[in-house]
């Protein structure tokens, strides 16, 4: 697995150098963009810093053919999941899922942004398939923050699931069965990473 690591400039809106508090999990995305590289999404989320692009980044971004850019350090919050629009099912801002994953963390007044590490999946195409390089590469790399922070494949949730309204990953929020199929992956990852297979 190779991390190109492309930093984002310190800045309010998409870097703002907040102690990461813990990793409660790992947050998934698509970029919702089939014609830009990782290395392009990543510049996107740079363009923000002057103010004018609003809040958003992420830790990783992978791109089509596996490769993996990394624009936020680890030890520090990235703007990819919080919320201020309610859940359609709960009616309240964040799911009863993120409850249950991030506690407190997933209330109005604080954000799951603080406990979770954010990574997007660039598409093929705007129904959102993804790549079997870009898959591996994030199984693999789930399976590595697994293993270094403690959490399981469980742990690993979407957008959707984390906020309720927004439909990312979109392939992934219409057919639940491949985050499912993807945890199993990243299962399979680990146990090969214990056995040093
Ligand atoms: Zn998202």
């Known amino acids: 697995m190779k991390i190109e690591e492309n930093l984002l400039t310190p800045n309010e809106w998409s870097r703002p150098q907040l102690k990461l508090l813990r990793v409660m999990g790992i947050v998934m995305h698509w970029t919702a963009n089939p014609n830009a590289t990782a290395v392009q999404n990543r510049n996107y989320f740079e363009s923000r810093k002057n103010g004018t692009n609003g809040y958003g980044s992420a830790h990783y971004i992978i791109g089509t053919d596996g490769g993996i ?9 990235a703007y990819h999941c919080g919320s201020s629009q309610p859940d359609p099912e709960s009616g309240r801002v964040y799911t009863d899922e ?8 997933a209330t109005a007044g604080s954000s799951p942004n603080h406990v979770t590490i954010g990574i997007e999946l660039c598409p093929t195409d705007w129904a959102g398939n993804f790549t079997q390089a870009t898959l591996g590469a994030a199984a693999e790399l789930c399976a590595d923050i697994c293993t270094r922070h403690g959490l399981a494949p469980d742990d690993i949730t979407t957008h959707h699931d984390v906020v309720g309204w927004k439909d990312c990953p979109l392939l992934w929020t219409r057919r639940p069965e491949l985050l499912h199929e993807f945890r199993n992956t990243v299962r399979h990852a ?8």
Do not use: K, L
Request: with cysteine.
């Open 190 to 197: 680990i146990e090969r990473e214990d056995t040093g297979i």
């Open 69 to 77: 850019v990394q624009c936020v350090p680890e030890s520090e919050v």
């Open 98 to 105: 993120a409850r249950r994953r991030f506690g407190r963390y």
